[in-house]
């Protein structure tokens, strides 16, 4: 059974930043993060494809680095974080080609937990 595994959140300061890593058992062309607020609307954050391309959502645009660690693991590098940026982050992948924040991934992690207080 394909697997994502996401870790690297926590609870932070505003101003501060965190690293969140997301580890598949398999390789995929397309990873994702999203992220969900308690009573809001889920949103992509960022995209990575096999071949590097990124896209990047609206509210962390600026302030975030999508990255690969191997074929199997990417890296959410979150700076400047503040309050609004507390929510479960997502991990999700895929291999639609062209794939999108838009795209409807089918396989997902269990979330990890980013808590910003000011």
């Known amino acids: 059974q394909v697997q994502l595994v996401e870790s690297g959140g926590g609870s932070v300061q505003a101003g501060g930043s965190l690293t969140l890593s997301c580890a598949a058992s398999a390789e995929y062309y397309c990873m994702t993060w999203f992220r969900q607020a308690p009573g809001k609307d889920r949103e992509g954050v960022a995209l990575i494809t096999r071949d590097l391309k990124t896209i990047y959502g609206d509210s962390l645009k600026g302030r975030l680095a999508i990255s690969k660690e191997n074929a199997k693991k990417i890296l959410l590098q979150m700076n400047r974080l503040n309050p609004e940026d507390t929510a479960m982050y997502y991990c999700?992948?895929?291999?639609?080609?062209?794939?999108?924040?838009?795209?409807?991934?089918?396989?997902w992690g269990q979330g990890t937990q980013v808590t910003v207080s000011s």
């Open positions: 999700a992948a895929d291999n639609w080609s062209p794939c999108t924040l838009g795209s409807d991934f089918e396989t």
